[in-house]
């Protein structure tokens, strides 16, 4: 069976990008034609990332909300979240910049703290 995804036109935010299965969806929307923006804390594979077409590479310690802060100021509207570092406390926050409210009407989001995925 072929499955064609489409993200053109999308602004897709990842954390825990650097690497494992962050990276590998950071590749697969970017190729689905998603504007990416991956984070993760691991310098080096940022550098790595920021090599790759359509991905915009940022620090983020998903642990900090201040370092989530800064990168949502950066990022701008929102369509698409891959919360895969699973950190709990940075799932709100990042939850309610793709969709307010916690509607899960406005955007996808793919929690992996709490399991949770809306599109
Ligand atoms: N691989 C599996 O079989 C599996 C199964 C179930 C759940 N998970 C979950 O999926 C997620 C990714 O798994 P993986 O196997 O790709 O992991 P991985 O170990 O290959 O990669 C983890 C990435 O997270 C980054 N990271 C670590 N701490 C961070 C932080 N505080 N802020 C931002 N980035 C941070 C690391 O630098 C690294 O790039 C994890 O949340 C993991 O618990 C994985």
């Known amino acids: 069976m072929t499955y064609e995804l489409s993200l053109e036109g999308k602004t897709a935010l990842i954390t825990a990008a650097g690497q494992g299965i962050g990276r590998a969806s950071a590749e697969a929307f970017a190729d689905a034609g998603a504007l990416v923006i991956a984070t993760d804390i691991n310098e080096t594979a940022l550098t790595e990332l920021e090599r790759y077409d ?8 998903a642990t900090k909300p201040e370092d ?3 990168v ?3 990022a701008g509207g929102l369509d698409v979240l891959f919360n895969c570092a699973g950190v709990e406390e940075a799932a709100e926050m990042l939850v309610w910049a793709v969709s307010p409210e916690n509607s899960f009407t406005t955007g996808a989001v793919f929690d992996l703290s709490g399991g949770r995925s809306t599109y």
């Open 72 to 74: 949502l100021a950066e």
């Open 54 to 61: 359509g991905i915009t590479a940022l620090k983020l310690d």
């Open 68 to 70: 989530i802060k800064r």
